[in-house]
């Protein structure tokens, strides 16, 4: 939790200088030197904080606790030699520049692979074939970062197939894949919450009617005396929380679906 609030402080606090610089810049244009490379480093901080942050609230969750910690340290990496390059680029020649550019780039790719593959993993599947589209994703994202690595640092693709048309279609593949995998995960809650039902939604109800006093038994929905001929509508709605997981025997002050906290009075009191 304080890895997560230190990242998220620390987005934050670049987001808003990076806001005031730029401001000031286009404000005052002639009071700041090095406008550009603060501008741009305080918008990387926060870019480089976001992945962070992504990878700190997959770790918070025991998922792949390697994989994130690599995550991590990749980002602070990567900023840290674009910060380099940024501030020092008069100082080095062009090839120390396309060494750095290119060590930056590396650090970049595997950050974000990382962060995408830990929020993937996030989902609990109850079926086998929705776990494997994630999978898949995941396999195509990580040979997408592998082609984008060659060409950084060799482009030992440019006599034999044409990189841009393979990197497109490893994209939109893993595009595809990264959008699909939390609407399964939700399409899974929506049914899960619907098959959970226990109670019909059509049951019996004895009840007495408020205006001449007839005991009766009358079916849910709506409905009327059959007596007196009130007008009677009976809904029988069982708690759930927010996300829709069915609250019913829950003897937790947790969901187990969301982790959202249940109020005491909507929590099943066994008698």
């Not at 020092?88 to 930056?104: C, H, N, P, T, Y």
Request: hydrophobic share 55%; proline share 4%; charged share 15%.
């Amino acid at each position: 939790m304080r890895l997560r609030k230190a990242f998220l402080w620390s987005m934050i606090v670049s987001l808003a200088l990076a806001a005031l610089l730029g401001i000031s810049a286009l404000i005052l244009p002639r009071w700041f030197r090095y406008d550009d490379e603060i501008l741009l480093s305080t918008v990387l901080f926060g870019a480089f904080s976001l992945v962070a942050l992504v990878c700190a609230s997959v770790l918070e969750k025991r998922r792949l606790v390697p994989a994130m910690w690599i995550g991590i340290m990749a980002a602070v990496a990567a900023l840290l030699v674009w910060l380099v390059l940024i501030w020092f680029d008069a100082a080095l020649d062009w090839r120390a520049e396309m060494r750095g550019a290119r060590i930056a780039g590396t650090f970049t790719i595997i950050t974000v692979l990382l962060g995408q593959s830990g929020l993937l993993t996030l989902p609990r599947f109850d079926h086998p074939w929705a776990g494997s589209v994630r999978w898949m994703t995941i396999g195509v994202s990580s040979l997408l970062a592998a082609t984008g690595i060659a060409l950084v640092w060799f482009n030992w693709m440019n006599q034999q197939i044409d990189e841009g048309r393979v990197l497109g279609v490893l994209g939109i593949l893993a595009a595809c894949g990264t959008v699909v995998t939390p609407i399964l995960w939700k399409v899974q809650v929506v049914r899960r919450a619907e098959s959970a039902e226990t109670i019909p939604a059509k049951i019996t109800v004895s009840l007495t009617c408020p205006r001449c006093a007839a005991g009766q038994q009358l079916i849910t929905g709506p409905t009327k005396c059959r007596q007196c001929g009130l007008r009677i509508t009976i809904a029988v709605e069982e708690p759930r929380c927010a996300c829709g997981y069915l609250l019913y025997r829950l003897e937790s002050n947790r969901c187990p679906e969301c982790g959202r906290e249940i109020a005491e009075a909507d929590r099943w009191a066994a008698t």
